[in-house]
């Protein structure tokens, strides 16, 4: 069928392939919740075996009624779109009507797993302005269907904004083009290159979540535990334990970014990007122009070698949605991420060296209040020989000195005539820019010490989130808010 064929103006429903879905949901949502009820009757002794029958009857019951209203509301919930405006009705014992007006649609979200695959549907999420939750998510509409569905509101929204436009004549061509697309080469370095110390805090706490529920089931971890130490206490051992714990986050961090980011591809669209990746669960996202606030890209010394940057551009959302709404893009090149800002911004990333530098107090106080910590602590453990936690201590004590310092030197800031630059980082780099019209707020932070100093903290308040320039005179700090402000009170440029 073609997509002119499809007719939205009448009550539509979802593939009846959805049915397996939703039941497939409910079961594993169930499942999840009484799990610890299953293991107890399983694992109960035969005394008590008349009771976990009655247990396990009582749980079928409870599910098959909830697949019951599952497999219902399937034929209870239908969409259409009437007035530019997208409806949606839902319910068995409680209808529930959903009227979303295009404007507010933030972003549209295509995603298709490889048993979507199969069926040729997919599933596809909208959020809307000031929700900190998905309120369109159908779990499998035909693909055709879907795209001439996000194709008819990001239409409409691109018709919008192209009447409200009062620059038009000075906005570059958008013609569809690609940005970026990850070979297998470059999702490597990706891989390689993320925090694998995040993958070890994930193994950490699956360990600890075993060790707890093993306990439960009356299995003494503690025995197993003194058994296998017990007879390992040698330096070898626990290298031979560290290195694997390192190998094995390493390779989760790996295989994660393959999943995530397989086939990556960034498009240059009329009205914004989007993005597709996946290696079995296909995710499509939209982000449009004029709802991203600011644009943010960093690294880390292994980037910086290869060369590349993540990329994250900042759309508007509640504080809750703030992370979901960010579309992170990995491998991106200086030039790639300096071609993005100049086609939404229309405006080239200024160079650092035309930036301002932060107080020297922003480094000094943090440092001197730091030393006062140690030196009685370093004093103590000299006078009783108490090496090994010397040399510990002193390894933060310089941890923590240079990067404040680090942080100290990376951070400027750049005020152009309609847009501010923020560098910033440690051991990386992490900037930001965005337009002053998009600003919502504006606050000035002053400590005691700062306040004795001159100095003061700025903080810009965006509809995605918030960025701050610390340590700055306070007249300049004053300046830039007054500028700021005339430029969101006198722009006619729309903000979201």
């Given at each position: 069928m073609k997509k002119n064929d499809f007719d939205l103006t009448i009550p539509n429903r979802e593939s009846p392939v959805a049915i397996f879905f939703i039941l497939f949901k409910t079961i594993y949502n169930i499942v999840t919740r009484i799990w610890p009820a299953l293991l107890v009757i399983f694992f109960r002794d035969n005394k008590e075996s008349e009771k976990s029958e009655m247990l396990l009857w009582a749980i079928i019951v409870v599910g098959v009624i909830a697949m019951i209203f599952s497999f219902i509301n399937y034929f209870k919930t239908y969409y259409f779109i009437q007035d530019n405006e997208l409806y949606l009705h839902k319910g068995v014992l409680q209808k529930t009507r959903i009227n979303i007006p295009f404007e507010r649609i933030q972003t549209i979200q295509i995603e298709q797993s490889i048993f979507q695959v199969l069926f040729n549907v997919v599933k596809i999420s909208m959020d809307t302005a000031g929700s900190d939750k998905k309120e369109i998510d159908f779990s499998a509409i035909d693909k055709d269907k879907a795209e001439y569905l996000r194709s008819v509101i990001l239409q409409f929204k691109e018709n919008k904004n192209s009447m409200e436009e009062t620059e038009s004549a000075n906005i570059p061509d958008k013609s569809e083009k690609f940005v970026l697309q990850l070979g297998v080469g470059d999702l490597l370095k990706?891989?390689?290159?993320?925090?694998?110390?995040?993958?070890?805090g994930v193994i950490l706490l699956f360990l600890f979540w075993v060790y707890e529920n093993v306990k439960d089931l009356g299995v003494d971890a503690d025995e197993y535990y003194e058994e296998v130490f017990a007879d390992n206490t040698g330096l070898s051992f626990y290298l031979i334990l560290g290195i694997l714990f390192?190998?094995?986050?390493?390779?989760?961090?790996l295989f994660t970014t393959v999943f995530n980011y397989f086939n990556l591809s960034l498009v240059r669209v009329s009205s914004g990007f989007k993005m597709t990746a996946g290696l079995f669960n296909k995710k499509e996202t939209s982000s449009l122009d004029h709802k991203i606030q600011m644009i943010s890209w960093s690294d880390n010394r292994l980037k910086r070698s290869l060369g590349f940057f993540d990329m994250y551009l900042h759309q508007a959302a509640s504080h809750v949605m703030e992370k979901k709404q960010k579309m992170f893009v990995p491998g991106m090149t200086?030039?790639?991420?300096?071609?993005?800002?100049?086609?939404?911004?229309?405006?080239?990333?200024?160079?650092?060296?035309?930036?301002?530098?932060i107080s020297k107090y922003y480094f000094l106080r943090p440092a001197i209040i730091i030393t006062m910590l140690f030196v009685p602590v370093f004093i103590t453990t000299i006078w009783y020989e108490i090496w090994n936690f010397t040399l510990f201590c002193s390894f933060l004590y310089v941890l923590f000195l240079t990067f404040r310092f680090l942080q100290y030197k990376k951070k400027y800031f750049c005020l152009t005539e309609n847009y501010i630059t923020i560098w910033g980082g440690a051991f990386g780099v992490k900037n930001f820019i965005f337009p002053q019209y998009k600003i919502q707020g504006v606050t000035i932070h002053q400590s005691p010490y700062q306040r004795k100093k001159g100095l003061s903290t700025i903080e810009f308040y965006l509809a995605s989130g918030s960025v701050e320039i610390p340590y700055i005179p306070v007249d300049v700090a004053n300046e830039i808010v007054d500028i700021c402000l005339y430029k969101v009170e006198t722009s006619s440029v729309k903000w979201m």
């Open positions: 990706v891989g390689v290159t993320r925090n694998h110390l995040k993958s070890g390192l190998l094995i986050s390493f390779f989760i961090s200086k030039e790639k991420i300096e071609d993005v800002v100049k086609s939404i911004f229309l405006v080239d990333i200024p160079d650092k060296k035309e930036g301002k530098a």
